[in-house]
């Protein structure tokens, strides 16, 4: 179990300010707490929030649930809110087929806008010294209805080098829980 709560107090107004703007004389800054907790047989749990006391405003919150079991089995469901406004889920999940084969999926849905920011879907073929991965994956382009699609293939020759897109950083940024098998 871990609890972490910390801010700011100011002694005076701060100096460093936009020009032509007035200076800042909050005498304190948000507030940030967290809790997390390991539930047992790989679950873990994970909370935080930012919460401005001089506007009353909750500025982000996060909540968050995840599970890496044996076989490298990860599932990781979320909930964020952003600047009092913006509020999103994320889900990820990386879960194994057969021996040798394993499913991959992130699903990073705008609550507020009602649409996909990011969706993976693909599959990992893997043997003692090679793997592939393909995935499609669709995403947010700018602050627009843009979307774009694209196709990912990486050829990994263990020990040697991957080919293809860097499937590995994209993992790592979007499913939380996963990390890298040589790492």
Avoid: M
């Avoid at 599970?67 to 964020?80: C, K, L, N």
């Avoid at 913006?86 to 990820?92: I, N």
Wanted: aromatic share 8%; proline share 2%.
């Amino acid at each position: 179990f871990r609890a972490s709560l910390g801010g700011i107090g100011y002694l005076r107004d701060r100096k460093v300010r936009l020009t032509g703007t007035t200076p800042l004389r909050d005498d304190s800054s948000a507030l940030a707490g967290e809790l997390a907790a390991r539930l047992g047989s790989g679950w873990r749990a994970r909370g935080g929030l930012v919460w401005n006391p001089n506007d009353d405003v909750v500025q982000q919150a996060l909540a968050r649930i995840s599970y890496r079991g044996d076989a490298d089995r990860i599932f990781s469901a979320g909930y964020r809110l952003r600047d009092g406004l913006s509020t999103s889920t994320d889900l990820g999940l990386i879960w194994p087929l057969g021996r040798e084969t394993r499913a991959i999926a992130r699903w990073n849905y705008s609550l507020s806008e009602h649409r996909n920011l990011d969706a993976v879907a693909g599959i990992e073929y893997g043997r003692c010294c090679w793997r592939l991965r393909a995935l499609l994956r669709q995403q947010v382009t700018g602050t627009g209805d843009g979307q774009n699609l694209s196709f990912l293939l990486q050829l990994e020759l263990k020990g040697l080098g991957k080919l293809g897109d860097n499937i590995d950083a994209l993992l790592n940024d979007g499913i939380y829980g996963y990390r890298r098998e040589d790492d």
